[in-house]
C-alpha cells in the first residue's frame, strides 16, 4: 500500500473512530466539516516511455510546459523521457512575448524551444492571435493600428522561431461558444472576419515550413460549436488560405465527454477536408466524480487516445501539463486531479489508458 493511501486509511479510521465515540469528548462527525477525501490513484513509477507507444504508429505525444519547471529535475526527466511534442503552456502568447508595444521578450519562448530542440523534442508555437493573452495596449488601438500590430507582431514572432518549431497554432477560440458566430474579439470588432485569414497567410509568409493550425475548445464531437469550427476551416480552407490542421483542445469532465464514436466522425470530418487534427490541450477533471474515479479517468483518456488512432489524420495528442503538481485547472475549477502523472510524477491508470490505445489494446 503507498504511503499516502496509508496515510489516507489511517486518517479515514480515526475519523470514524472519533464519530463512533458516544458520550463524552467524542461527538459525532459533522458531516460536512471535514469531507472525507477520495482515496488517492493507485500509481506506477518508472513505466514504460509513453512516446515509444505514440511511434508504433508514428504520432507526436506531447505536454504543454513552464520553462521555470525545467530546471526540476523531476519536472524535466519525466517530460523528456515521455515526450516527444511541447507546447508553451504561455510563454509564447503575445502577452508575455509582446506585453509593451515593439518590445518583445523571448526569453521563456526561447528556454522552451531551446531545451526541446536540444533533445530532440518537436515544438508547437501557441499562439500568435488569442484574445485570452491579448496585452492591454492592443485594445486600444484604431482599425488601422490594429490591423498593422497583428501582422508585426505575427511577423516578428513567426521568424524569431522559424526552423525552432514545427507548428503554430495561429488564431486561437476564435469561435463564440453559442455555437453560431464568431467570438466578438477585439480582432473581429476592430478588422472583421477576415483577421483569421489574414492572420494564417502573414503567418505562411513569415514560416512557410510551419504546419499552420487553428485552435479551440468544445468542438471535439458533435454539436453546434463543433460544426461551426468545421464550417471556418473549411471555409478558409476552400479559399486558398495555409491553414494546414486544426486543435482540438479537449479539456474534459471525466463524468461527461462526448463518446468515443463522435469524436473519431468528427476527426474524421476535419481530416477529410485535407487536415491534420490534433488533440492540443488534453486534460480530464474528475473531482465530481465518487466512485470508480480513476478507473473513469482512464476510460476517457482511452477513448480519447482511440478516437484519434482511429483517424490517420489525427498526428498528435498533447496533453496541457503532465503532472497534477502543476495544473491550470487548480486555480480555474478547484483543486483536481485531472492528469496522467500524480504529484509524485508517478503514472496514474489514465497514463496506462492513453499508453493501451495507442499500442491498440
Ligand atoms: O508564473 C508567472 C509568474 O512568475 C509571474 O509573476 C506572473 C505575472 O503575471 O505570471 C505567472 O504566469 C502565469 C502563468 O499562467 C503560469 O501560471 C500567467 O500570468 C498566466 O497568464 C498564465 O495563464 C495561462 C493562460 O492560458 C493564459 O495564458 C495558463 O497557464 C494556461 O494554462 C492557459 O492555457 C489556455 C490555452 O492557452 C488556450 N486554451 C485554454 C487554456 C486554459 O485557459
Redesign the pocket.
Known amino acids: 500500500m503507498t504511503s499516502r493511501l496509508s496515510a489516507f486509511a489511517s486518517s479515514l479510521f480515526l475519523s470514524l473512530l472519533a464519530g463512533c465515540g458516544g458520550g463524552g469528548g467524542g461527538g459525532a462527525i459533522d458531516p460536512v466539516a471535514t469531507p472525507t477525501p477520495y482515496p488517492p490513484a493507485p500509481a506506477v513509477a518508472n513505466p514504460d516511455p509513453l512516446k515509444d507507444a505514440a511511434l508504433v504508429s508514428g504520432r507526436l505525444v506531447g505536454t ?1 510546459v ?1 520553462s ?1 519547471y525545467l530546471g526540476q529535475s523531476q519536472y524535466g526527466d519525466t517530460y523528456v523521457k515521455h515526450f516527444n511534442y511541447v507546447t508553451a ?2 510563454e509564447m ?1 503575445w ?2 512575448i509582446q506585453k509593451q508595444r515593439g518590445v518583445f521578450n523571448f526569453t521563456g519562448g526561447d528556454a522552451i524551444v531551446d531545451h526541446a530542440n536540444a533533445r530532440g523534442i518537436a515544438v508547437k508555437g ?2 500568435l492571435v ?1 484574445h ?2 491579448t496585452p492591454d495596449w492592443v485594445n486600444g488601438l484604431s482599425s488601422e493600428e490594429l490591423r498593422t500590430e497583428v501582422g508585426y507582431h505575427i511577423r516578428t514572432v513567426a521568424k524569431h522561431f522559424k526552423g525552432r518549431v514545427i507548428a503554430w497554432d495561429v488564431v ?2 476564435a469561435v463564440d461558444d453559442n455555437g453560431r458566430d464568431l467570438r466578438n474579439s477585439v480582432f473581429l470588432q476592430k478588422l472583421g472576419p477576415g483577421y483569421i485569414a489574414e492572420a494564417f497567410q502573414i503567418a505562411h509568409e513569415a514560416d512557410p515550413g510551419a504546419i499552420l493550425i487553428y ?1 479551440d ?1 468544445s468542438g471535439e464531437g458533435r454539436g453546434g460549436k463543433s460544426d461551426r469550427i468545421y464550417q471556418l476551416v473549411k471555409e478558409l480552407k476552400d479559399s486558398g488560405v495555409p491553414i494546414h490542421g486544426v486543435g482540438l ?1 479537449a ?1 474534459f469532465d471525466g463524468a461527461s465527454y462526448p463518446s468515443q464514436a463522435d469524436i473519431t466522425w468528427n476527426m474524421q470530418r476535419l481530416a477529410e477536408l485535407g487536415l491534420l487534427v490534433n488533440v492540443s ?1 488534453l486534460d480530464v477533471r474528475v473531482k465530481s466524480i465518487t466512485t470508480d474515479r480513476w478507473d473513469r479517468q482512464k476510460r476517457a483518456y482511452k477513448d480519447l487516445t482511440a478516437a484519434c488512432m482511429a483517424v490517420s489524420r489525427c498526428h498528435a495528442i498533447t496533453l ?2 503532465f503532472t497534477d503538481k502543476y495544473s ?1 485547472i487548480d ?2 475549477f478547484g483543486a483536481d486531479d485531472p492528469l496522467p502523472f500524480d504529484e509524485s510524477y508517478q503514472a496514474k491508470p489514465a497514463f496506462f489508458g492513453m499508453q493501451e490505445a495507442f499500442l491498440g489494446r
Open positions: 504543454a513552464q521555470s503552456e504561455w502568447k502577452d508575455p501557441h499562439a488569442w485570452g493573452a486561437n477560440e485552435n475548445y483542445q479539456h490541450e496541457w501539463g491550470w486555480s480555474a
